[in-house]
């Protein structure tokens, strides 16, 4: 039996990881700068720095590669997956919840992908259901069974906690997320996102929270 060189076989897997993000980078730019429909293959092979030969290796068209960039972005949310202790007070873990999600959604140099799915998804509606199933549906659904947990331990009164969780996640967005994606101000500072975290979570609370009596 010949003997398999495993460290071999790990650099070529971390060089093919490392050329696939770097067609994914180069796509992601050109479908920014020229749209869906004006990109081509050969302005994202020239983008990212290969071949057009090297790049229908990787990806047989442009629709495959939008939806690899959709996919790589969903993954680095699920990655960065808040997690809900239930030691902690409802309080601080709407706040720290609140802090992540924004401090995510709105990094510096992030919504690339978000930008590129609003741009497409009336032509390409599939893209768009794929990419709030992979990225919006699931951080809702994570925050709603937290709630329900909460509720059923008769510390918050809510009647449906999908919505209360998406209307939570929008407090949270209020101000900061739109002038964001559009591009009218940029990714807001840490002091902004806790200021105005604090205040969703005093107005969710505010509606939801059992009152001592």
Known sequence: ????????????GDEESSKRRQIL??????????GFDGASMGDIARAAGVSKGTLYVYFADKCRLFEAIVEVDALERRQLA?????????????????????????????GSAARMVFAIAERMPEIGRRYYELVLQKT???LSEYLDGRVK?????IDDCQ???MQFMLMCQASLFLPYIFQ???APSQERI??????AVRTFLAAHAVKAI
Do not use: W
């Not at 980078?25 to 020229?34: M, S, T």
């Open 184 to 186: 009218v101000a940029p």
């Open 25 to 34: 980078d180069g796509a992601c730019k050109v479908f920014l700068d020229l």
């Open 1 to 12: 039996m010949v003997p398999v060189d495993r460290t071999s076989a790990h650099l070529v």
């Open 153 to 157: 331990q008769r510390e918050l009164v």
């Open 82 to 110: 808040f997690y809900f202790d239930p030691a902690c007070d409802i309080e601080t873990t709407l706040l720290r919840f609140g802090e992540a999600y924004i401090g995510r959604l709105c990094r510096p140099g992030g």
């Open 140 to 142: 809702v659904n994570r």
């Open 194 to 199: 806790t200021r105005v975290v604090n205040d």
């Open 163 to 165: 919505l209360a969780a």
